[in-house]
């Protein structure tokens, strides 16, 4: 069973005769002859005159005599609508807002909606009980005092309706906004407007999905702009501010910055599929690009693993300044500890042209080339002794950076220094006496990552703590992005 709302402001133009309102300042004759009927009716009744000064008065002794049941008086604004609306729904509500200020006034429409209200059961029997009068009681004319009303008075009312329609001809300018205004945040996408001009057809405008689209796009560029794609695919598809293809490619660069690599490959051909030539070329070029770095063949050759590391760490250092922008900081730091370790061996594979993976031959797993590279290099082998690196325990960061440490100190590949430096700051103790207590027992950005939940500890991780420990300048908040942006140009240049 299909389910409609409909809400009017009642005006002072509302009720009346065919397109003649009782009170009408552009059919002056007409609303003038239309009154005199009332009138006469109204002696009849009461042997009385009607107050024609005051709309208020004027309808209210209609209304309260019963008059007003032997004329034919009509809402002629909203007459046309309705006829539409009970045709296409099983069941319709409707509110009629209409003024009844805490001291009365002159325009006020209380009266008036009762007389709309009693004609709209006569014509449609089935609204009997679905029809009620809501009173404003505060000033129509004020525009601030109007929004908060209306969002009170809309509060109250049920949110499940298929559709709901806001009346806006009649009112006050404050009422009408008002009525939009919070009929869209209330109904969402729901809500549209039945307006009818004078002496044409009413007319719909889906109002709540206009207004709700451009209220998204702005939530959408936002979320886009944070890199949170899948939010933002999710925006753009429910309020149809995208295509097709871009909610899978929104999608795709979610699960790229993940390195789901298969996943966003998946997500590709979907957009590939969707999209027009010009953007499929984009499309395309990206395909192939993830499926170099999804393909986990094993391979002898150093130099194309190296150039598929190389694509990698670029990728992790965009989604690296991803988690700074969005304030994602503990799993910031989980990255940048990753970033360290594929950036020294890295370097390290390029310089030795030995592997620093871990190979299981006939059963037996261990770091075979780092093995043979310090037996063929004693020297290598005093350095990391004497730099107080457990050789025993194989490959890691520690051993890794003191490897790219020898080349630079023994071999003389100065190119690297400036990359070393950076990856010793995450690793030093540059916390000032005035440190937060928090870090008391934290010595470096290398700890704090340690304690927090993304290893082993639930310690949490700020901005400020950052800083604190990576920061040579406090006053620089950005030094690490920086520095960061710099190893992605060196390691561009040099690898």
């Not at 009173?135 to 129509?140: E, G, Q, R, Y």
């Not at 194309?304 to 991803?322: A, G, P, V």
């Not at 950036?343 to 037996?364: Q, Y």
């Amino acid at each position: 069973m299909n389910k409609a709302l409909f809400l009017s402001n009642v005006g002072n133009r509302d009720l009346g005769y065919g397109e003649v309102a009782l009170f009408d300042n552009k059919n002056i004759e007409k609303s003038k002859k239309l009154r005199e009927k009332c009138n006469k009716t109204y002696n009849e009744i009461t042997e009385k005159y009607l107050n024609s000064k005051s709309f208020f008065e004027f309808t209210g002794e209609l209304y309260l005599s019963g008059a007003h049941e032997k004329l034919d008086l009509e809402p002629i604004l909203i007459k046309d609508k309705i006829k539409i609306i009970c045709e296409l729904y099983d069941e319709l509500n409707i509110k009629l807002l209409a003024t009844m200020q805490d001291n009365s006034h002159d325009q006020d429409t209380y009266y008036s909606a009762e007389i709309i209200k009693e004609w709209l059961i006569r014509k449609y029997p089935k609204l009997e009980g679905n029809v009620e009068i809501i009173k404003v009681n505060k000033n129509p004319s004020d525009y601030a005092v109007m929004l908060e009303e209306y969002s009170k008075l809309l509060s109250r009312l049920d949110d499940h309706y298929d559709d709901v329609y806001l009346g806006i001809t009649g009112g006050t300018p404050a009422q009408i906004s008002s009525l939009i205004i919070n009929g869209i945040l209330k109904w969402e996408t729901k809500t549209k407007i039945l307006y009818k001009p004078q002496g044409k057809k009413p007319q719909e405008n889906d109002i709540g999905k206009i207004l709700f689209k451009k209220f998204k796009n702005e939530d959408y560029n936002a979320y886009k702009e944070s890199e949170m794609y899948l939010l933002a695919s999710e925006v753009g598809k429910e309020h149809e501010i995208i295509e097709d293809w871009e909610y899978h490619k929104l999608r795709a660069l979610h699960f790229k910055n993940l390195f789901d690599f298969e996943q966003a490959i998946d997500e590709l051909n979907e957009a590939f599929n969707k999209a027009n030539i010009e953007n499929r070329r984009d499309i395309r070029r990206e395909i192939e690009l993830l499926r170099k770095l999804e393909s986990d063949e094993s391979t002898n050759d150093l130099k194309e693993t190296t150039e598929k590391y190389k694509l990698l760490i670029n990728l992790l250092i965009d989604s690296i300044e991803s988690k700074w922008k969005n304030g994602d900081y503990v799993d910031f730091v989980g990255r940048l500890f990753r970033l360290e370790e594929a950036v020294l061996k890295t370097i390290v594979e390029k310089e030795f042209n030995k592997s620093m993976d871990k190979k299981n031959i006939n059963g037996d797993s261990r770091f075979y080339e780092y093995e043979e590279l310090l037996n063929e290099n004693p020297d290598i082998k005093d350095y990391l002794t004497k730099k107080k690196v457990k050789i025993d325990k194989g490959v890691n960061r520690h051993s890794l950076f003191h490897l790219v440490g020898y080349l630079i100190e023994n071999k003389g590949l100065e190119k690297y220094k400036k990359i070393h430096n950076i990856m010793d700051k995450l690793n030093k103790n540059n916390k000032t006496k005035k440190a937060p207590k928090k870090l008391e027992k934290v010595e470096s950005l290398a700890d704090l990552r340690n304690k927090s939940i993304i290893a082993h500890g639930f310690m949490g991780v700020s901005k400020k703590n950052i800083i604190e420990l990576y920061n040579e300048d406090k006053s620089n908040e950005n030094e690490i992005i920086e520095d960061i942006r710099l190893v992605k140009k060196l390691i561009n240049i040099f690898i």
